[in-house]
Protein backbone atom coordinates (compact mmCIF):
# COMPACT_ATOMS: atom_id res chain seq x y z
CA UNK A 1 0.00 0.00 0.00
CA UNK A 2 0.92 3.67 -0.78
CA UNK A 3 3.33 5.06 2.23
CA UNK A 4 3.56 8.48 3.88
CA UNK A 5 4.06 11.09 1.45
CA UNK A 6 5.57 14.51 1.55
CA UNK A 7 5.41 17.43 -0.79
CA UNK A 8 7.19 18.97 -1.84
CA UNK A 9 10.42 17.10 -2.07
CA UNK A 10 12.72 19.90 -2.30
CA UNK A 11 12.28 23.65 -1.72
CA UNK A 12 14.34 27.01 -1.59
CA UNK A 13 13.07 29.97 -0.55
CA UNK A 14 14.32 33.25 0.06
CA UNK A 15 14.72 34.55 3.99
CA UNK A 16 11.80 36.50 4.64
CA UNK A 17 9.33 34.25 2.92
CA UNK A 18 6.72 31.70 4.28
CA UNK A 19 6.52 28.26 3.31
CA UNK A 20 4.17 25.39 3.19
CA UNK A 21 4.99 21.54 3.66
CA UNK A 22 2.29 19.25 3.10
CA UNK A 23 1.96 15.62 4.49
CA UNK A 24 -0.12 12.46 3.33
CA UNK A 25 -0.31 9.95 6.31
CA UNK A 26 -0.97 6.40 6.07
CA UNK A 27 -4.89 6.05 5.36
CA UNK A 28 -6.10 4.97 9.14
CA UNK A 29 -2.59 6.13 10.78
CA UNK A 30 -4.81 8.29 13.50
CA UNK A 31 -1.38 9.38 14.88
CA UNK A 32 0.89 12.41 12.69
CA UNK A 33 4.27 13.82 13.55
CA UNK A 34 6.62 16.34 12.37
CA UNK A 35 10.12 15.96 13.18
CA UNK A 36 13.11 18.79 11.83
CA UNK A 37 16.86 17.12 11.10
CA UNK A 38 19.29 19.47 10.53
CA UNK A 39 22.46 18.20 8.54
CA UNK A 40 24.16 15.85 10.28
CA UNK A 41 21.91 16.08 13.61
CA UNK A 42 19.52 13.92 15.10
CA UNK A 43 15.40 14.00 15.37
CA UNK A 44 13.95 17.12 16.33
CA UNK A 45 10.25 16.68 17.62
CA UNK A 46 8.23 19.63 16.36
CA UNK A 47 4.73 18.88 16.89
CA UNK A 48 2.26 15.82 17.35
CA UNK A 49 -0.95 15.16 16.12
CA UNK A 50 -3.77 12.07 17.82
CA UNK A 51 -7.24 11.47 16.23
CA UNK A 52 -9.13 14.67 17.14
CA UNK A 53 -7.15 15.50 20.29
CA UNK A 54 -5.89 19.46 20.68
CA UNK A 55 -1.98 18.66 19.29
CA UNK A 56 0.79 18.73 21.16
CA UNK A 57 2.58 21.70 19.88
CA UNK A 58 5.53 22.00 22.68
CA UNK A 59 8.78 21.24 20.40
CA UNK A 60 7.23 24.08 17.98
CA UNK A 61 10.52 26.31 18.13
CA UNK A 62 9.01 29.99 17.56
CA UNK A 63 5.94 31.21 16.72
CA UNK A 64 6.83 31.62 13.34
CA UNK A 65 6.22 27.43 12.93
CA UNK A 66 2.79 26.41 12.75
CA UNK A 67 0.79 23.10 11.64
CA UNK A 68 -2.44 22.08 10.99
CA UNK A 69 -4.35 18.40 10.37
CA UNK A 70 -7.88 18.19 9.11
CA UNK A 71 -9.20 15.58 10.85
CA UNK A 72 -7.26 11.95 10.29
CA UNK A 73 -5.79 13.00 6.85
CA UNK A 74 -3.52 15.68 5.36
CA UNK A 75 -1.32 17.92 7.46
CA UNK A 76 0.78 20.97 6.58
CA UNK A 77 3.80 22.33 8.67
CA UNK A 78 3.88 26.00 8.07
CA UNK A 79 6.87 28.85 8.53
CA UNK A 80 6.34 32.12 8.41
CA UNK A 81 9.42 34.92 7.52
CA UNK A 82 11.44 31.78 7.36
CA UNK A 83 15.56 32.36 8.46
CA UNK A 84 18.47 30.43 7.30
CA UNK A 85 18.72 28.28 10.29
CA UNK A 86 15.31 26.84 9.35
CA UNK A 87 17.49 24.93 6.77
CA UNK A 88 16.75 21.29 7.25
CA UNK A 89 14.79 18.45 6.16
CA UNK A 90 11.49 18.34 8.10
CA UNK A 91 10.37 15.13 8.32
CA UNK A 92 6.73 13.64 8.76
CA UNK A 93 5.37 9.74 10.14
CA UNK A 94 2.57 8.56 11.10
CA UNK A 95 1.37 5.46 12.89
CA UNK A 96 -1.71 3.52 14.21
CA UNK A 97 -2.56 4.01 17.83
CA UNK A 98 -4.73 1.07 18.59
CA UNK A 99 -6.13 0.86 22.23
CA UNK A 100 -4.30 4.22 23.21
CA UNK A 101 -1.07 2.43 22.64
CA UNK A 102 1.80 4.26 19.29
CA UNK A 103 3.05 1.45 17.84
CA UNK A 104 6.08 1.91 15.24
CA UNK A 105 6.06 5.02 13.03
CA UNK A 106 6.21 5.33 9.12
CA UNK A 107 8.41 8.17 7.81
CA UNK A 108 8.14 9.81 4.68
CA UNK A 109 10.50 10.94 2.64
CA UNK A 110 11.02 14.10 3.97
CA UNK A 111 11.06 17.86 2.62
CA UNK A 112 14.44 19.31 2.34
CA UNK A 113 14.31 23.40 3.15
CA UNK A 114 16.81 25.55 2.24
CA UNK A 115 16.63 29.42 3.16
CA UNK A 116 18.74 31.41 1.39
CA UNK B 1 8.03 11.62 32.19
CA UNK B 2 9.52 9.31 29.80
CA UNK B 3 13.33 9.22 28.33
CA UNK B 4 15.80 8.10 25.80
CA UNK B 5 19.21 7.84 26.25
CA UNK B 6 21.83 6.70 23.70
CA UNK B 7 25.05 6.01 25.02
CA UNK B 8 27.90 7.53 22.19
CA UNK B 9 27.10 9.32 20.00
CA UNK B 10 29.89 7.81 17.51
CA UNK B 11 30.94 4.20 17.29
CA UNK B 12 33.26 2.76 15.06
CA UNK B 13 33.78 -0.70 14.34
CA UNK B 14 35.85 -3.19 11.82
CA UNK B 15 33.92 -5.21 9.15
CA UNK B 16 33.22 -8.08 10.66
CA UNK B 17 33.44 -7.15 14.59
CA UNK B 18 30.96 -7.05 16.79
CA UNK B 19 28.28 -4.19 16.53
CA UNK B 20 26.90 -3.08 20.01
CA UNK B 21 24.71 0.56 20.26
CA UNK B 22 23.61 1.00 23.28
CA UNK B 23 20.02 2.49 24.60
CA UNK B 24 18.47 3.05 28.26
CA UNK B 25 15.28 4.15 28.60
CA UNK B 26 13.68 5.86 31.50
CA UNK B 27 9.93 4.79 31.96
CA UNK B 28 7.16 4.25 34.78
CA UNK B 29 6.06 1.09 33.24
CA UNK B 30 8.11 -1.34 30.68
CA UNK B 31 7.17 0.36 27.17
CA UNK B 32 7.48 -0.78 23.46
CA UNK B 33 10.90 0.28 22.13
CA UNK B 34 11.87 0.54 18.35
CA UNK B 35 15.37 0.83 16.81
CA UNK B 36 15.21 2.91 13.45
CA UNK B 37 18.03 3.15 11.33
CA UNK B 38 18.45 6.24 8.65
CA UNK B 39 21.21 5.12 5.48
CA UNK B 40 23.02 7.50 4.18
CA UNK B 41 20.57 10.51 2.35
CA UNK B 42 17.54 8.46 3.30
CA UNK B 43 14.65 8.06 5.23
CA UNK B 44 13.97 6.57 8.19
CA UNK B 45 13.08 2.87 8.70
CA UNK B 46 12.09 0.59 11.17
CA UNK B 47 14.90 -1.91 12.23
CA UNK B 48 13.01 -4.17 14.80
CA UNK B 49 10.49 -3.22 17.58
CA UNK B 50 9.88 -5.15 21.18
CA UNK B 51 6.35 -4.94 21.88
CA UNK B 52 6.33 -7.11 25.18
CA UNK B 53 6.12 -10.35 23.46
CA UNK B 54 10.01 -12.22 23.26
CA UNK B 55 12.44 -10.04 25.18
CA UNK B 56 15.22 -10.88 22.63
CA UNK B 57 13.67 -9.09 18.91
CA UNK B 58 15.41 -9.80 15.83
CA UNK B 59 15.16 -7.05 13.11
CA UNK B 60 16.27 -6.60 9.03
CA UNK B 61 19.45 -7.28 7.92
CA UNK B 62 20.97 -9.37 10.93
CA UNK B 63 20.30 -7.18 13.84
CA UNK B 64 18.92 -8.07 17.33
CA UNK B 65 17.85 -6.56 20.44
CA UNK B 66 17.17 -7.95 24.00
CA UNK B 67 14.97 -6.02 26.46
CA UNK B 68 16.27 -5.93 29.85
CA UNK B 69 13.63 -4.63 32.01
CA UNK B 70 16.05 -4.69 35.49
CA UNK B 71 18.73 -2.58 33.26
CA UNK B 72 16.19 -0.75 31.62
CA UNK B 73 18.17 -1.45 28.61
CA UNK B 74 16.90 -2.55 25.02
CA UNK B 75 20.63 -2.27 23.29
CA UNK B 76 20.97 -3.10 19.80
CA UNK B 77 23.77 -5.58 18.30
CA UNK B 78 25.03 -7.45 15.35
CA UNK B 79 27.76 -9.95 15.83
CA UNK B 80 29.56 -9.03 12.41
CA UNK B 81 29.89 -5.87 11.02
CA UNK B 82 29.19 -5.48 7.33
CA UNK B 83 30.15 -1.90 5.31
CA UNK B 84 26.94 -1.25 4.25
CA UNK B 85 25.54 -1.20 7.87
CA UNK B 86 27.28 2.09 8.16
CA UNK B 87 24.17 4.22 8.93
CA UNK B 88 22.97 6.33 11.61
CA UNK B 89 20.52 4.38 14.45
CA UNK B 90 17.85 6.12 16.57
CA UNK B 91 16.35 4.18 19.37
CA UNK B 92 12.57 4.94 20.40
CA UNK B 93 10.50 4.69 23.48
CA UNK B 94 6.46 4.99 23.33
CA UNK B 95 4.32 4.48 26.49
CA UNK B 96 2.29 1.44 26.71
CA UNK B 97 -0.46 3.60 29.52
CA UNK B 98 -1.81 6.29 27.51
CA UNK B 99 0.84 9.57 26.90
CA UNK B 100 1.06 8.07 23.31
CA UNK B 101 3.73 10.45 22.03
CA UNK B 102 6.83 8.65 20.82
CA UNK B 103 10.12 9.81 22.09
CA UNK B 104 13.64 9.32 20.13
CA UNK B 105 17.00 9.14 21.39
CA UNK B 106 19.90 11.70 20.03
CA UNK B 107 21.01 8.72 17.60
CA UNK B 108 24.30 6.76 16.94
CA UNK B 109 26.51 7.36 13.77
CA UNK B 110 28.32 3.88 13.22
CA UNK B 111 31.19 3.91 11.10
CA UNK B 112 32.62 0.41 9.51
CA UNK B 113 36.18 0.97 8.74
CA UNK B 114 37.56 -1.83 6.10
Known amino acids: GAGVSQSPSNKVTEKGKDVELRCDPI?????LYWYRQRLGQGLEFLIY????????KSGLPSDRFSAERTGESVSTLTIQRTQQEDSAVYLC??????????????FGPGTRLTVT | AQSVTQLGSHVSVSEGALVLLRCNYS??????LFWYVQYPNQGLQLLLK??????LVKGINGFEAEFKKSETSFHLTKPSAHMSDAAEYFC????????????FGAGTRLFVKA
Open chain 2, 92 to 103: AVSPTLGGFKTI
Open chain 2, 50 to 55: YTSAAT
Open chain 2, 27 to 32: SSVPPY
Open chain 1, 49 to 56: FQGNSAPD
Open chain 1, 93 to 106: ASSLTPHGVTYEQY
Open chain 1, 27 to 31: SGHTA
